[in-house]
């Protein structure tokens, strides 16, 4: 019952709308089940559903409890979740310092997977861009080989509006308009509203002509209507259960 409303909880946050309620079930049966594995996946859903939404105090409870939780029974996988998850709201929240610091301990770690990297090495590669730093490409083109090794545009997206953005601040604008081009390719439909929304302020601010991008918002809706979703052999989360070598192929 828990898995199912986790994957209920899911997919309405990657439509868009808000499954927050749905993932409170699922953690609450998880726990009073007495079952870590499914409890330590629904706090990683939890986490990554508060930030979607922009609600950071949420997200923030929900990392500081789920690291307790999972740590105290050693499930690592998710607690590298959280730990990814909250360097990405750090982020969010201009936390810059604190960010960094956690992509750098996350990628410290021996043998952390490449699920596991996708998060921290995008982070520290965005920060080590707009801060000027050597390094942040080695990052970012890890991050993007990463994400396209993934096939799945929840990772690819943020990945390509990482990259937009740095060669933006280098003075690369026709660099960056690839970017922001390919990614837009598969946001609409794709991603939710917030991550389109990313997209979007890019295509505008670089006056990119395409489907009117100061309409985003409204183009992301008209193509999602239009364009069936893709079928993915599992769940897009960097959160599902891997091998050591990479990304496990089959449900979350």
């Not at 029974?73 to 982020?91: D, K, N, P, Q, W």
């Not at 990297?117 to 942040?136: D, H």
């Not at 990482?162 to 604008?173: D, K, N, T, V, Y």
Request: proline fraction near 6%.
């Amino acid at each position: 019952m828990s898995y199912a409303l986790n994957g209920i909880g899911c997919g309405l946050g990657e439509a868009g709308r808000d499954g927050m309620g749905a993932l409170a079930q699922a953690l609450q049966v998880a726990l009073e089940a007495d079952l870590p594995e499914s409890a330590g996946r629904v706090y990683t859903s939890l986490q990554e559903g508060a930030t979607r939404l922009h609600r950071f105090p949420e997200s923030e409870r929900y990392y500081t409890e789920g690291m307790a939780y999972c740590d105290g029974r050693e499930i690592g996988v998710y607690s590298l979740c959280l730990m990814g998850g909250r360097a990405v709201t750090l982020l969010l929240l201009g936390r810059w310092e604190e960010a960094a610091d956690l992509s750098l301990q996350m990628l410290g770690r021996p043998n952390i997977s490449p699920a596991n990297r996708l998060n921290p090495v995008r982070v520290l590669g965005s920060i080590r861009g707009r801060r000027g730093e050597p390094g942040a490409w080695e990052l970012l083109d890890e991050a993007l080989a990463l994400a396209e090794g993934t096939g799945e545009p929840q990772w690819i997206v943020p990945a390509r509006v990482a990259r937009a953005e740095i060669r933006w601040l280098s003075g690369q604008r026709d660099l960056a308009l690839d970017e922001v081009r390919s990614a837009y390719d598969l946001a609409a439909g794709y991603v939710d509203p917030w991550a389109f929304g990313s997209v979007a302020v890019w295509m505008t601010r670089l006056q990119a002509p395409a489907d009117s991008p100061a309409a985003g918002c409204s183009a992301w809706s008209k193509r999602r209507q239009r364009r069936p979703r893709p079928t993915f052999t599992r769940r897009p989360t960097a959160c599902s259960p891997i091998t050591s070598t990479g990304f496990r192929r089959g449900p979350r």
